[in-house]
């Protein structure tokens, strides 16, 4: 089963909104991750933010984390029209080693 | 040129063959994964292995067989137990520091088709 279930399904924004996508996860976790993937290619690795942080920067990216609800949020400011692509949380366990856990993903689309 | 490397990019298979897709990294990464995705959603977990010569598998196992006897090395053969392989398989792997793993680094995917 799926760990961890993103927000929206679909998200269509104008060049230069902000984007944010939710993922809410069931389990304690050692970590939170986020990625990226263009349509039929690999995943890229965007920002790791562990169950000790709350609020993580990389560049125009922002991620936070709140164990307590068991939820994570990706914002991507002044979105532009490279930024389209599928975005996936993925979860470490508590225990569970390095396995990762994915979500279905969201599917941005930035539009000029 | 450091990075992760998958092969073929696309694969055709008939019913009732086995087939072994390629995955190399030279990141000198300890742990090395096999995911599998279907159209429209996320990465499901196949095998993984943490060192040479050990592997574990993940949440779908069934159908599938590994071999890492090489660090750099992670290949992974689609039995014909497999019922329904048609899908697109990604190969990760990731360093390790201290007890915590770091991020996955993803390979570009073998998109297998099977006839």
């Known amino acids: 089963s799926q760990q961890g279930e993103e927000d929206p399904q679909a998200l269509s924004i104008q060049e230069g909104e902000n984007a944010t996508m939710n993922c809410s996860y069931k389990t304690s976790i050692n970590n939170l991750q986020w990625y990226r993937q263009n349509s039929g290619r690999g995943l890229v690795h965007l920002i790791l933010i562990r169950s000790n942080e709350r609020e993580k920067h990389s560049g125009r990216l922002r991620v936070t984390l709140d164990t307590s609800k068991k939820s994570s949020s990706l914002l991507i400011t002044a979105s532009r029209a490279a930024d389209t692509a599928s975005y996936f949380c993925a979860t470490e366990r508590t225990g569970g080693g390095n396995k990762l856990t994915f979500g279905t993903g969201t599917q941005l689309k930035v539009e000029l | 040129d450091g990075g992760i490397t998958q092969s073929p990019k696309y694969l055709f298979r008939k019913e009732g063959q086995n087939v072994t897709l390629s995955c190399e990294q030279n990141?000198?990464?300890?742990?090395m994964y096999w995911y599998r995705q279907d159209p429209g959603q996320g990465l499901r977990l196949i095998y993984y292995?943490?060192?040479?010569?050990?592997?574990q598998k993940g949440d779908i196992a069934e159908g599938y067989s590994v071999s890492r006897e090489k660090k750099e090395s992670f290949p992974l053969t689609v039995t014909s137990a497999q019922k329904n392989p048609t899908a697109f398989y990604l190969c990760a792997s990731s360093s390790r520091e201290g007890g915590a793993y770091n991020e996955q680094f993803f390979g570009p995917g073998t998109r297998l088709t099977v006839l």
């Open positions: 292995s943490q060192i040479v010569n050990d592997f």
């Open positions: 990141l000198n990464h300890d742990a």
